[in-house]
């Protein structure tokens, strides 16, 4: 069975850190795609970064680059998002999602698995 289970979100200062944590199963890193996706109120999904599985190229979008950094370890099937410098415009639900191989854009809807999502609060 295919999971994808997000945490370490909470609530942080502005300028503040977190590590999100996806761990999955029921599928091996080595073959899929695993993107972080963020939703704030009223807001449509946003792609936040992706690691291909096939050459381990990494992608950000503009909002984060510089602050956050994607990362895996294969053997705890885990992928990692570390966020950095976090501003109050990062609060938002942070989602997790798997696609084959290769990062394909920025859809959501056009991943193959989802987790249920982590909230992140950037508030003073």
Request: net charge negative; hydrophobic share 30%; glycine share 10%.
């Amino acid at each position: 069975q295919v999971q994808l289970v997000e945490s370490g979100g909470g609530l942080v200062q502005p300028g503040g850190s977190l590590r999100l944590s996806c761990a999955v199963s029921g599928f091996s890193l080595d073959a899929y795609a695993i993107s972080w996706f963020r939703r704030a109120p009223g807001k449509e999904y946003e792609g936040v970064s992706c690691l291909s599985s096939s050459d381990g190229s990494t992608y950000y979008g503009d909002s984060v680059k510089d602050r956050f950094t994607i990362s895996r370890d294969t053997a705890e099937n885990t992928v990692y998002l570390q966020m950095n410098t976090l501003k109050p415009e990062d609060t938002a639900v942070y989602y997790c999602a798997a696609e084959r191989l290769s990062c394909s854009g920025w859809s959501f809807y056009a991943r193959e698995y989802w987790g249920q999502g982590t909230q992140v609060t950037v508030s003073s």
